[in-house]
């Protein structure tokens, strides 16, 4: 498990958010326990700052190797806005500890974060990625290697035509393809026969779980799909009381974020979502 690393005790605007680091977890029994294992080292460009903001890593197999689109903002603001460039970087490993990069990827604007990957039916490889420029929504682009992409179209629309969101995941299950979007309040689920065109379905996650610690709106996930559920994986600001959403978080308390795993299945055509999942259920597993 790759994961944004947050610094929810440091003093000074966004510098909590920023500067953050992408921590390692392992599991050797079908995700029902995890171990830390250390950060992603060598993801810094060369010339940048010793100390850079990594956000939401999207890796996957392909081809003979692992790859990484990681968010990245060099240096680390003091503040958020259209001035903090964001891209989203592409690296590639054979082993999961040692990554090469390969590059910026040249997107729809300068304040792109937050990639998701899926190997499409059309026989393309499809991004999607959230458009900060563009009122916060969502875009893809395709590519046939991986390396080279094509900006094609705005897909979930932000403000002010849409509900602003980020962290798009995309995944198969039951027949259907899914994608997920963080609408900060619950995440947008919608559905597609193609990869192309997508029907909105609602929303999941914007009711409190049973565990003290998973009571809060369930925020940016990632989806492990098998054949008849899958594994969802997201984190809450248990302390949070989510009141001010502009403002965001301001105690240490209230920044400090847990991960969870819920279930993922599809009944009469509509995703389902159960949350109250024992923290010790083996979900990475085919049914």
Known sequence: MFYTNRRPSVDGGKLWIHGATIGIAVSDDDGASWHY???????DAPGDPPRNTHWAPEVIWADGLYHMYLTYITGVPSFSG?????????????????????????????RV????VFACPDGRWRLWYKDDADGASTWSATSADLFTWQVEERVVPGAPDGNPHEGPNVFFLSGH?????????????????DTRKWTRQGKIGDRP????????????ADVVAFDTHAAMYYFT???WDEIDQTAGPQSVEAKQTVLHHARLTVRDGLLEFTRD?????????RA
């Open 237 to 239: 600001h248990p302390l």
């Open 82 to 110: 259209p001035d903090v460039a964001r891209t989203i970087v592409h690296f590639t490993s054979l082993d999961l500890v040692n990554w090469t990069r390969v590059g910026p990827l040249k997107l729809s604007s300068g």
């Open 37 to 43: 294992k250390g950060t992603v080292r060598g993801l």
């Open 209 to 220: 779980g049973r565990h003290d610690l998973d009571r809060r709106f369930v925020r940016h």
């Open 277 to 285: 999942i024992a923290a010790d259920t083996p979900l990475l597993r």
């Open 113 to 116: 974060i937050d990639a998701a």
């Open 177 to 193: 393809y899914w994608l997920i979007v963080d609408e900060w309040h619950g995440q947008g689920v919608y559905r597609s026969a």
